[in-house]
């Protein structure tokens, strides 16, 4: 961001995580935007899909992860006299992200006593459901499949107050998400504007194509 006013403003990546059915979002607004985003797509071979004519099946749309690293600083904080940052450091983002790992507290507090209680049905322990939003063309249902974190810096009660995050994250389709779960429907909305941006492609390849030479 440069003091020039004419300067566009740049839209900040994030993690949007909703422990359901409760809709009140954690919330991870990249302080940074990665410089670099990698996507890595598999095709799913259809299941018993070996005899000829066969080499094009699918079992689905492809599987994809995206990995980031993002940093986490406390200067601007400590700099502008935040009190919670001068206490503890990064310690509150730095929970937040580990916490798309970790069940619902609730939950597993409910299955311990269930279990001491000799309860013979014990209840799955679901992680929160997350959204990677990375601008208003690509909004995805992911499946955060591991953080690591690097803390660089510290306070002098060694609060953490300078990290990077490298984040490996799984897209969620319409074969791992149930129709009732929002994150189906926003994978769908995701499936259609990939159709579309393909669409504007090939007009635009077309238009190319055809232009008299200048």
Do not use: C
């Not at 986490?72 to 009190?83: P, R």
């Not at 060694?158 to 429907?185: C, F, G, H, Q």
């Amino acid at each position: 961001m440069t003091g020039f006013s004419g300067s566009p403003r740049i839209l900040k990546g994030a993690l949007v995580a909703y422990a359901l059915p409760v809709l009140v979002p954690r919330l991870v607004v990249f302080q940074y935007n990665p410089e670099t985003l990698t996507r890595a797509l598999s095709p799913r071979a259809a299941e018993g899909a070996s005899g000829r004519g066969d080499a094009l099946q699918a079992d689905g749309p492809p599987e994809e992860t995206i990995t980031m690293t993002v940093e986490i600083d406390a200067a601007d904080q400590l700099e502008k006299g935040d009190a919670l940052a001068a206490s503890i450091g990064l310690h509150p983002a730095l929970a937040t992200l580990e916490s798309l790992l970790y069940p619902q507290m609730a939950r597993v507090i409910a299955n311990q006593a269930l279990s001491l209680a000799g309860g013979a049905f014990i209840g799955g322990e679901p992680v929160p459901l997350a959204l990677l939003v990375w601008g208003p063309a690509r909004v995805l249902p992911v499946r955060v499949q591991s953080v690591s974190i690097t803390e660089q810096a510290f306070d002098v009660n060694l609060n953490p107050i300078l990290a990077k995050a490298d984040l490996s994250m799984k897209v969620l389709t319409y074969r791992e998400l149930d129709m009732t779960n929002p994150a189906y429907w926003v994978y769908m909305a995701s499936f259609a504007q990939k159709e579309v941006m393909t669409a504007l492609n090939l007009v635009d390849v077309a238009v190319r194509v055809t232009a008299p030479p200048l």
